[in-house]
Each structure stands twice: as C-alpha cells, then as structure tokens.
C-alpha cells in the first residue's frame, strides 16, 4: 500500500514566518504535509497547481485579506477545509468567515490544542 496517498496536505497562508514554522512543526508531529506560503498570490499558485486538505489561511496578508482567496479555493478545491485564523478574533470577523465559505476560525495567538481542536472539527 502507498503511505503517501494517505497524507494529508496542508496548505498555511500567513506573511508571518515564525507563525509558519510554528504551525507546520505542529501539523508535521501531527502527521500532516504541510506548504507554506507567504502571500495571497502565493497561496493562489500553490492551490492551481497542489491539491489540499485543508488550508489555514490568515486574515490580513500583504496583498490583501484571506477572505479574498476564498471564493478561489471553494471553486478550485471544493474539498479543501478553511480554517481562517486571524489576530483580529471578534464576532464580526468571526460571521463574515463563516459566510464566506470558512469551516472554522482561531484566534491569534493560538495553542496546539486549539489546532488539534480545528482539524477535529473539520474532520481532516
């Protein structure tokens, strides 16, 4: 049996390196493959040409907010899990992301249990 197949891609946008590094040791202990990228554009160029899982994509990017990227990733990867995660954590944020198409929202700074909690509860 191929080993690989069953590896669950992560793709996490965010222009904070540290955040990055945080959440991609984190998702690898966890068993995960995850990408990073660092701006909308990027991201936008490893979902044509990746598939995901699931995508952890920050709020407010370089070139522009996540909630930009998410009509790309709902249309080009229908099955791909959003879990938007933003320093800005009100419920006005919170709304707009759910009615944007994200699965699931954390707050910055967050904890392990806070990620193992989202992707519980994306089931990815």
Same mark, same amino acid.
């Given at each position: 049996m191929n080993?690989?197949s ?7 946008i965010?222009?904070?390196s540290?955040i990055c590094?945080?959440?991609?040791g984190?998702? *690898? ?5 995850p ?5 909308i554009?990027?991201?936008r160029?490893f979902?044509t040409?990746?598939q995901?899982?699931?995508?952890f994509?920050d709020l407010n990017?370089p ?8 009509p790309?990733?709902?249309?080009g990867?229908s099955?791909a ?8 954590d009100?419920?006005?944020e919170?709304r ?8 699931y929202?954390i707050g910055?700074?967050?904890t *392990?249990?806070s990620i193992?909690?989202a992707l519980?509860t994306i089931?990815?």
């Amino acid at each position: 049996m191929n080993t690989m197949s069953s590896v669950k891609r992560v793709l996490i946008i965010d222009d904070e390196s540290d955040i990055c590094l945080l959440l991609s040791g984190l998702l *690898r202990r966890l068993g995960y493959q995850p990408t990073c990228a660092h701006f909308i554009e990027e991201g936008r160029q490893f979902l044509t040409t990746q598939q995901f899982d699931a995508v952890f994509l920050d709020l407010n990017l370089p070139d522009g907010i996540g909630f930009d990227l998410l009509p790309h990733i709902k249309e080009g990867q229908s099955e791909a899990k959003v879990v938007m995660i933003s320093a800005f954590d009100g419920q006005a944020e919170r709304r707009r992301a759910t009615e944007q198409g994200a699965d699931y929202f954390i707050g910055k700074p967050f904890t *392990r249990r806070s990620i193992e909690q989202a992707l519980q509860t994306i089931q990815v």
